[in-house]
């Protein structure tokens, strides 16, 4: 089983929105897939089909509360494994980010625990980068996917934090989302990120802005069920074809042929 951290160095960048999606993708792609929240906003579940906030999950169990995180689990409607976070107090979470310092590889071990075959994959949600969250997601990972919306504070601070992503030692990609092209401001920005990361920054790896995209969460749909046509939906749809692929092995496939025009 592969790991993939979402990461970002902004709030609403979007990595809960991806990681939901592209754990259902997956799943529908045939893989087995789990999805761990490490936020304690605790909303993976909310976009995973809970109607309610778990209460218990890996908050408690990173808590050391005796609350094993397995227990805790919910399997949604397409197959996706997912550990919410759950409620946590302030207290708790002081004592569980001590923990994480701690213990570097608590995830990385947890992980490992997942009965999963080759085949498998675990999304990881995140605290805002930096954070003991986002550090133990990143040394847990195999791909780090960098998420973030094309503007300039947003891509300054990802330029800074990139090298010591990079040193981490799994393979790390930028993730471009709520991109309107129209947008001159957003070309800057890309453009500076692109002179601090190089080929981290693909053009396949991009989802465009669309407002539909908060309104079918508030339905409770997926935007690629409800708009399978929509840019955003295509762009989604490429990037879990990129992951599928580089999960076999397959590097450098061109999953996205119309990237060039979707510019
Ligand atoms: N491509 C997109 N186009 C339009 N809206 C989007 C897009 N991607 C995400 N959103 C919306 O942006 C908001 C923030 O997304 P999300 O909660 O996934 O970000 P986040 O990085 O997890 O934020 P937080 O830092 O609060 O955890 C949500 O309302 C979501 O529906
Ligand atoms: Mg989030």
Same mark, same amino acid.
């Given at each position: 089983?592969?790991?993939?951290?979402?990461?970002?160095?902004?709030?609403?960048?979007?990595?809960?929105?991806?990681? /939901? /999606?592209?754990? =259902?993708?997956?799943?529908?792609?045939?893989?087995?897939?789990?999805?761990?929240?490490? $936020?304690?906003?605790?909303?993976?579940?909310?976009?995973?089909?809970?109607?309610?906030?778990?209460?218990?999950?890996?908050?408690?169990?990173?808590?050391?509360?005796?609350? *094993?995180?397995?227990?805790?689990?919910?399997?949604?409607?397409?197959?996706?494994?997912?550990?919410?976070?759950?409620?946590?107090? @302030?207290?708790?979470?002081?004592?569980?980010?001590?923990?994480?310092?701690?213990?570097?590889?608590?995830?990385?071990?947890?992980?490992?625990?997942?009965?999963? !075959?080759?085949?498998?994959?675990?999304?990881?949600?995140?605290?805002?980068?930096? !954070?003991?969250?986002?550090?133990?997601?990143?040394?847990?990972?195999?791909? =780090?996917?960098?998420?973030? *919306?094309?503007?300039?504070?947003?891509?300054?601070?990802?330029?800074?934090?990139?090298?010591?992503?990079?040193?981490?030692?799994?393979?790390?990609?930028?993730? %471009?989302?709520?991109?309107?092209? /129209?947008?001159?401001?957003?070309?800057?920005?890309?453009? @500076?990120?692109?002179?601090? %990361?190089?080929?981290?920054?693909? @053009?396949?790896?991009?989802?465009?802005? $669309?407002?539909?995209?908060?309104? !079918?969460?508030?339905?409770?749909?997926?935007?690629? $069920?409800?708009?399978?046509?929509?840019?955003?939906?295509?762009?989604?749809?490429? @990037? /879990?074809?990129?992951?599928?692929?580089?999960?076999?092995?397959? =590097?450098? =496939?061109?999953? $996205?042929?119309? !990237?060039?025009?979707?510019?």
């Amino acid at each position: 089983m592969k790991t993939v951290a979402l990461i970002s160095t902004v709030g609403g960048a979007g990595r809960t929105t991806m990681a /939901a /999606a592209l754990a =259902v993708l997956l799943a529908r792609r045939g893989r087995p897939v789990a999805a761990a929240d490490l $936020d304690p906003q605790n909303m993976l579940g909310a976009h995973l089909g809970l109607d309610t906030f778990a209460r218990a999950g890996l908050g408690q169990a990173m808590a050391g509360q005796g609350v *094993p995180w397995q227990g805790t689990t919910w399997r949604n409607a397409d197959g996706v494994l997912f550990a919410p976070h759950g409620e946590t107090t @302030l207290a708790e979470r002081t004592a569980y980010e001590a923990r994480l310092a701690r213990e570097p590889r608590w995830l990385a071990d947890a992980l490992a625990r997942i009965d999963f !075959s080759e085949r498998g994959v675990a999304l990881v949600d995140t605290a805002r980068f930096p !954070s003991q969250q986002a550090a133990q997601a990143v040394r847990a990972a195999d791909l =780090v996917l960098c998420v973030t *919306p094309p503007e300039p504070a947003a891509c300054a601070t990802l330029a800074r934090c990139f090298p010591s992503l990079r040193q981490a030692g799994a393979l790390v990609k930028v993730v %471009v989302n709520r991109l309107n092209p /129209a947008r001159e401001m957003q070309r800057d920005a890309l453009a @500076l990120l692109r002179a601090a %990361v190089g080929d981290a920054l693909e @053009l396949a790896h991009r989802v465009h802005f $669309d407002a539909a995209m908060p309104e !079918s969460l508030a339905r409770g749909a997926w935007l690629f $069920d409800e708009a399978p046509h929509s840019q955003a939906s295509h762009d989604l749809h490429g @990037l /879990a074809n990129w992951i599928d692929a580089w999960l076999d092995g397959i =590097v450098g =496939v061109d999953t $996205d042929v119309d !990237s060039e025009q979707a510019r």
